[in-house]
């Protein structure tokens, strides 16, 4: 089936001047989507993914004078989703939780020891900070495929860009954090 043409920018900026048929518009376009981006985002089912999705949209249309989209329309709307998903991982605390030692049958010998352990989860944390300083769609790239197991054709389904893309997204973070992080191996 074709798609119908839809020009992101004109919408964008009626619905910026506040026209609810744009906004009306926009929703219609992307909402399907973003639900099931949250979906797959969060572990289990849950009625959680409707309420991100539409607090998104509802923020987005009051905050939309102060809106700043530097991507994608598109893009923009699924990191906002994204986010709110990690948010509510936060409210939770379930995203990130490092164990506090590592469990004695699965730990490897070298972390056994406290200053090793210690190095262990500074490395962690330094990586993390590292790929917080990526480019917002290249991080959400790089997430979804690392952190959350997708594979390049489910992350260009989701993110409605080509597998190159995917591709090369993952390639330049890869690069970027092997560069800026010493210990692992360069590309």
Not at 62 to 68: D, E, F, P
Not at 110 to 117: A, K, M, N, R
Not at 128 to 148: G, K, S
């Amino acid at each position: 089936m074709a798609r119908l043409s839809f020009d992101e920018n004109k919408y964008l900026q009626l619905f910026i001047s506040g026209n609810e048929e744009a906004f009306d518009a926009i929703f219609k376009r992307y909402y399907e989507g973003l639900l099931n981006f949250a979906k797959v985002l969060l572990p289990y089912p849950t009625d959680e993914a409707e309420d991100i999705v539409a607090e998104m949209f509802c923020h987005l249309w009051q905050h939309r004078s102060q809106l700043t989209i530097s991507n994608t329309l598109g893009a923009y709307l699924y990191v906002a989703v994204k986010n709110r998903v990690y948010d509510y991982y936060r409210r939770k605390k379930l995203l990130f939780d490092l164990p506090e030692a590592a469990p004695e049958e699965n730990a490897v010998a070298g972390y056994q020891q406290p200053d090793h352990l210690l190095m262990y989860k500074d490395m962690v944390v330094h990586i993390r900070q590292l790929i917080e300083q990526l480019p917002p769609q290249m991080r959400l790239v790089f997430r979804l495929h690392r952190d959350e197991g997708f594979s390049y054709d489910q992350i260009a389904g989701l993110l409605n860009i080509s597998v190159n893309s995917v591709k090369t997204h993952m390639f330049r973070a890869l690069r970027i954090l092997k560069e800026a992080y010493a210990i692992l191996p360069k590309c």
